[in-house]
Every structure is written in C-alpha cells, then in structure tokens.
C-alpha cells in the first residue's frame, strides 16, 4: 500500500459505487480504468479464473464471498471463454483479502498480471459479507468498478454510470461473447459456418454458441461426441446441412427473452424435426420459450458451486455449479413439458424434458468449471437420447 502525502491517510485505488450511492474503498488489481454492471455474488470456494471467464458473466461485476481470491493464481488452461486473450466475460472482481503471491504447480501467472491482460478490473479489501448481505437483502444492485493508480475519481462520474446502466433485462448479448471463430481446440476445423472437434466415428453435436463454456465441449467430446460450433444467429437449414445427431443448446449471457427473438424460432424447428435437443442453462431458458413457457428475472439469481438440486427422476441430490439470474417459471411450462430438476435453495426449476420430442435441459452447469462433478452424467443421458433417435430412424 502506498501512501499519500499524509502519511496517515493511505492511498486507495479503488472504488466500487452502487447505485443507490453506496460506496466500498479499496485497493485495485488487474486492469485500470471503470466498468459498469450489475453486482452478484458467487460463493464457490475454488474456480476464480473459470467464473471470471464463463461468458455467461458479460455486464457484471462478481462479489467473491470465499475470502482468498488469486493464492493457486491463473494459467492458460482453466479460462472457459474463446482463447482470445480479451474476450468478453465478467467485467470485474470483488474480493475481500489483499492479494497475496501465487502458490500453485499450475501457476503461471499472477492473477492480477492476467486479469490486466483481459481488461478485469479487482477490487481488494470490500466487506464482501455485507455487499453479499445487501444483495441478499435487496436484490443485484447495478454498480461501478474503478481501478485509478493515481487515486483519483472523479466519484459524481461513477454514480452517474451506475445509475445509468440500463441492467441486464432485455438484453440480448449473445453476439459479444460468442467465441464460435476463436476457438482454437484440437484438430478445430474452421469452415466458416463453424468447426468441428472430437470423436470422428462419434454421435454429431452441432453447439449452437451462445456464449459456450468449454468445458462444455470437452464433456461432449469426453462422452464420445463429434462436435461442431456454430454461431448464435446460424439458421436452421446450415444446422441441418450438417447432419446433426443432436443440438445443444449453450449457456451465455443477457435476457433469454431478448435471445429469443432469433433463437426461438429456430429452436422451434429443431423440435419440430425431432432432432434430439440438449439445452444447458441460457440453453434451458430459450428451450422452455420456444415451447411457450416464460422465464423471469431472480433477485439475487444462483451463482456458486455448491447448490443443492433434485432430480425428480432418481430422486437423488446432486450438489451443482450455477450461474443464473433468470429463472423459468415452472408453472408457465404447458403439459407436454415436464420438470426433472428443482432447486433445493429455492424450490425454482433446474430442468425439463419434453414428451413428445426428444429435448431435454438443465438450468445448472453439469460441465461443472468449476464445481461438483455430479452432474455429469447429464451427458450420458443426451448421448443416450441420441443413440435412441438414431435406433428408432434405423
Ligand atoms: N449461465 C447462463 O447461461 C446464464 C443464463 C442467463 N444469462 C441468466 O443469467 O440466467
């Protein structure tokens, strides 16, 4: 910490301004300069680089509520985004121990080092547990990160900015974080439609690329599967040129109403064709609208690793990863749809299947990164779907 001319009054250089003018001081990391979003928290114990990364963060700050954030550091493997070093994810870091020097074989960089690299901006020293107790009590405030070496802010600017965003409802903000081009995997193929990766003699998954995680590949490609990338906008007919044994339907970022638009409708035709469908949370959401269902925004939505759902079809527990903050209204759901997965948190849904066409989705994170690993066989339950189409066409 360094200090200003008077000596007792240490200089901090970093400002976390919510909207309703409250402000935290404390020390910035990674990236300077200001940011804008809505403020959540995340309570999973491990996995910073991974939930700094998910796309699904686009337009928002995360409150890390396990205290020691940056000890195991970063490295280039654990980032679930595109490889491209700036692409967007979340736009900033609370956290509440100073950062200290990196401790892990896996190390390879510092964390703020790296987060300067991607434009992350940290803040360090926050009460975290009462921001994490404010968001709790009165819901995902929109706020400001300002990182300014120097120490100076221009402090009316920044509640002008937090005031001013627009938050996250209605926007659609697939088209940011879509990586579907950069992505750079293994014996990747890039044909300008998308790419291909993974097992040749496997069953063919065409990701439509929301914003997808890629741990999402690797457990596709880990359950056996052929998989191409498209964009978010790619029409039904190039999906079906391709010959897909199934479609997954990927996490991302923003209002899954506003992704609807133009991704319902193609949904609806994949239904429709009796293409098996796997959607995983954004994935989930834009599966229950294009059957008629609604999804509505959560207060403090889920954002963790350690989530308790159900699966009404085994009746177990599994412990999840989450990271959502709108919500599929069960009751909106029309019979042909049934529910698997609640929440145990909040009684919300976590998953459907539909009866008369071979679809199913998850609203958590069965690719975990980071997180529990229970829910990995969800995979195997697509991949068996798949293998049953491909029976009954036999
Ligand atoms: N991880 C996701 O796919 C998030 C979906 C959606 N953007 C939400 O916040 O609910």
């Known amino acids: 910490m360094r200090l200003s001319q008077d000596a007792a009054k240490p200089v901090r250089t970093a400002r976390l301004v919510l909207a309703d003018g409250t402000v935290f001081e404390g020390e910035g990391f990674g990236a300077s300069g200001v940011a804008v979003g809505e403020v959540c928290f995340n309570t999973a114990m491990t996995g910073y680089q991974e939930i700094l990364t998910d796309p699904s963060y686009a337009e928002q700050i995360v409150t890390f509520t396990f205290p020691h954030i940056g000890n195991v550091g970063a490295n280039d493997d654990d980032a679930e985004n595109a490889t491209d070093e700036a692409a967007v ?27 300067k690299r991607r434009g992350i901006i940290g803040i360090s020293g926050v009460d ?46 697939t088209g940011r974080v879509s990586g579907a081009r950069a992505y750079k995997e293994a014996q990747a193929d890039w044909t300008g439609e998308g790419f291909t990766t993974g097992n040749p003699d496997g069953p063919h998954v065409v990701v439509i690329d929301y914003g997808v ?34 479609v997954v339907l990927s996490n991302g970022p923003g209002d899954p109403a506003a992704t609807a638009e133009y991704a319902v409708p193609v949904i ?31 207060p403090q939505g889920h954002h963790g690793a350690n989530h308790p759902v159900k699966d009404l079809t085994t009746g177990k527990v599994e412990i999840v990863s ?24 909040d009684g919300s849904n976590s998953g459907l ?22 829910s990995y066989p969800v995979f195997s339950r697509f ?3 798949m293998r049953e189409e491909k029976g009954k066409a036999a």
Do not use: Y
């Open 128 to 173: 975290t547990r009462a921001l994490t107790a404010a968001i709790r009590e009165g819901g995902m405030p929109h706020g400001v990160i300002a990182h300014s070496p120097s120490g100076h802010f221009d402090m009316d600017d920044l509640l002008r900015r937090a005031k001013g965003f627009a938050g996250l409802e209605g926007m659609d903000l």
């Open 213 to 246: 995680k890629r741990t999402i590949l690797r457990r596709l490609v880990a359950a056996g599967c052929r998989v191409t990338v498209v964009p978010p906008k790619t029409d039904f007919e190039t999906i079906m040129a391709k010959n897909p044994d199934g």
């Open 322 to 345: 989450m990271n959502h903050g709108f919500a599929v209204d069960t009751e909106s759901l029309p019979s042909r749809v049934k529910a698997t997965h609640t929440s145990l948190f």
């Open 353 to 374: 299947i539909v009866e008369d066409a071979p679809a199913m989705s998850v609203q958590h994170h069965p690719e975990a990164s980071p997180g529990p690993q229970d």
């Open 268 to 298: 609806q035709k994949i239904l429709e064709a009796k293409v098996p469908l796997f959607g995983i949370c954004l994935g989930h959401q834009l599966l229950a609208l294009a059957v008629g269902g609604r999804t509505m925004k959560m």
């Open 89 to 115: 994810a979340a736009r900033g870091a609370v956290v509440r121990a100073p950062l200290t020097t990196p401790s892990n074989f896996r190390a390879r960089f510092d964390l703020p080092g790296w987060m």
């Open 383 to 385: 991949v068996d779907m």
